[in-house]
């Protein structure tokens, strides 16, 4: 079993950053795929970014290209989402999700933990 436990989000305003971290158990958190979503009131939930197991490769959606950056320790069973340049459509449930497999997609299936969430807003 693993526990993904989201923190860091919270209230910004716009143009602001802020730095979301996802800390896994699990004593092979390092051969995980790893990606953050986000879901906003009403709408479905959205890939945002997604890292390899070793860190090599990184993959973004379009929305957060060059703003958001995926990152992750495996010394420290952390994998984080740095956020930049947040805008008010920004704002949602941020999640992060494990695959067991180790590959990385935009496809929720692919996933097969979830934290909980954690809420960010951006004011305008």
């Known amino acids: 079993q693993v526990q993904l436990v989201e923190s860091g989000g919270g209230l910004v305003q716009t143009g602001g950053s802020l730095r979301l971290s996802c800390a896994a158990s699990?004593?092979?958190?390092?051969?995980?795929?790893l990606g953050w979503f986000r879901q906003a009131p009403g709408k479905e939930r959205e890939f945002l970014a997604a890292?390899?197991?070793?860190?090599?490769?990184?993959y973004y959606a379009d929305s957060v290209k060059g703003r958001f950056t995926i990152s992750r320790d495996n010394a420290k069973n952390t994998v984080y989402l740095q956020m930049n340049s947040l805008k008010p459509e920004d704002t949602a449930v941020y999640y992060c999700?494990?695959?067991?497999?180790?590959?990385?997609?935009?496809?929720?299936?692919?996933?097969?933990?979830w934290g909980q969430g954690t809420q960010v807003t951006v004011s305008s």
């Open positions: 699990g004593r092979t958190f390092s051969s995980y795929g």
């Open positions: 890292i390899s197991w070793s860190g090599g490769s990184t």
């Open positions: 999700a494990a695959a067991t497999t180790g590959t990385i997609s935009r496809n929720e299936r692919n996933y097969d933990y």
